[in-house]
């Protein structure tokens, strides 16, 4: 069965400073991998996804997020974090082509920008 | 063009009675999904809807959760004989196929709180 692990669950970081929420998974079989963000009073939005190709990923607002097969890895990155980036981040796997449609989601890493 | 919607947004009720919270989804989205979100905790998946029928109920947590998708497009949750530990925001998400890496569209969500 799929798992997902989010390590972090808070993480406080200066504005501008960089910052890295790690995300891990287990599967069986290929996967696809997404990172959602939850703004205060929000809903959940997609942010970026991973289904094939290369395995490094872009957001329009500056985060990045790699696939690393060989370590289950798909950690969320930004250089540089702005005020507006504090929200809930939320790590999700689904399976690749040959798989189902349930989507599972980690416990989340609640992002807090400090000015 | 609109979101998925969720209505109510907020719902306190006695413990013992009946609720139905409500999803209407994209429009042209096949697949419904209804997950319930603890404070701290993330999307816990409890079914899935491909069309009008529910092809994945395994995340309903007993026999007092059933949900209803008659004409695959809006959506009810059912919860009968509530408990206190019903309390959470239950979340509807849309997606345009189920799977194949298809992203999530969530609303809003409803937070249920049982006194």
């Known amino acids: 069965a799929q798992s997902v692990t989010q390590l972090d669950s808070q993480v406080p970081v200066f504005e501008e400073a960089p910052v890295e929420l790690r995300c891990n998974y287990s599967?069986?079989?290929?996967?696809?991998l997404f990172w959602y963000v939850q703004y205060p009073n929000q809903g959940l939005q997609l942010l970026l996804k991973y289904l094939s190709g290369s395995t490094l990923v872009e957001s329009i607002n500056g985060f990045e997020a790699e696939f690393n097969k060989s370590q289950t890895s798909f950690h969320l990155r930004k250089p540089s974090v702005h005020i507006s980036d504090t929200a809930e981040y939320f790590c999700a796997v689904s399976d690749g082509p040959s798989g189902t449609y349930k989507y599972i989601f980690g416990t989340g890493t609640r992002l807090k920008v400090l000015a | 063009g609109a979101g998925v919607s969720q209505t109510p947004s907020n719902k306190v009720t006695e413990k013992g009675k009946y609720v139905e919270l409500r999803c209407d989804p994209i429009?042209?989205?096949?697949?419904l999904y209804w997950y319930r979100q603890s404070l701290g905790q993330g999307p816990e998946f409890l079914i899935y809807?491909?069309?009008?029928?529910?092809?994945?109920d395994s995340g309903l947590p007993n026999d007092r959760f059933f949900a209803v998708r008659p004409e695959g497009s809006v959506s009810t949750l059912k919860i009968q004989r509530t408990e206190r530990g019903d309390s959470a925001v239950y979340l509807c998400?849309?997606?345009?196929?189920?799977?194949?890496?298809?992203?999530?569209?969530f609303g809003n969500g409803t937070r249920l709180t049982v006194t």
């Open positions: 998400a849309s997606s345009l196929m189920g799977g194949q890496g298809s992203p999530l569209h």
């Open positions: 429009s042209g989205h096949t697949a």
């Open positions: 809807f491909q069309g009008t029928g529910a092809a994945d």
């Open positions: 599967s069986s079989v290929s996967v696809y």
